[in-house]
């Protein structure tokens, strides 16, 4: 049988309202898998970040315990897939080297175990990104090595210039729901 999805949360940057910092905060309250969808992410200012940290209550959780492991598919000049991995840092990295409008970064994000206080919570994303004038795609595994029962998400970047992330960028959170 498949799963339906059932918005628990969004939030749609306006013209005038551009932030830093989107929280989709006290969404996540039961055990099921969450599906962080993200539409249109652009910043007010080239080389900006896109990082997912997860809440309790309406505060991050700031922890250096999080594990990652990604590829990018985009072919560098060897010809080769380009294999990154990372420990004991404080975000998950969506994808750095932003740039503005019309160059939109998207992705997909599955939270697993995100209400779980006896169990790791774990994340794949699949992510579409610009830099400069590539193309670029990721694929993101990661685990958050503690076992805290989390409510919510944080999305942010370092970008002020132009107020942060720019009108039409859009966050959708779904439970996913047997």
Same mark, same amino acid.
């Given at each position: ?137 990721? !694929?993101? #595994? %990661?685990?958050?090595? +503690?076992? *805290?029962? /989390?409510?919510?998400?944080? @999305? =942010?970047?370092?970008? !002020?210039? #132009? %107020?942060?992330?720019? +009108?039409? *960028?859009? /966050?959708?959170?779904?439970? @996913? =729901?047997?």
């Amino acid at each position: 049988m498949a799963g339906k999805l059932i918005q628990v949360a969004n939030h749609l940057v306006a013209s005038g309202s551009e932030v830093q910092i989107v929280k989709l905060e006290s969404c996540i309250t039961t055990n099921d898998v969450h599906l962080l969808v993200a539409n249109n992410i652009t910043v007010g200012a080239a080389g900006g970040i896109c990082d997912i940290q997860p809440l309790v209550d309406s505060t991050a959780d700031t922890t250096s315990n999080i594990d990652v492991a990604w590829i990018n598919f985009n072919q560098s000049a060897s010809g080769a897939y380009q294999n990154f991995g990372n420990a004991n840092q404080s975000i998950w990295r969506i994808t750095d080297g932003m740039n503005e409008v019309p160059n939109a970064a998207h992705f997909i994000m599955y939270l697993h175990n995100f209400n779980s206080s006896s169990e790791f919570s774990y994340i794949t994303t699949d992510i579409v990104s610009h830099q400069g004038s590539h193309l670029y795609g990721f !694929s993101q #595994g %990661g685990v958050k090595t +503690e076992t *805290t029962a /989390y409510n919510g998400v944080q @999305i =942010e970047t370092n970008q !002020s210039g #132009g %107020g942060g992330f720019q +009108e039409k *960028t859009q /966050y959708t959170l779904y439970k @996913i =729901e047997s």
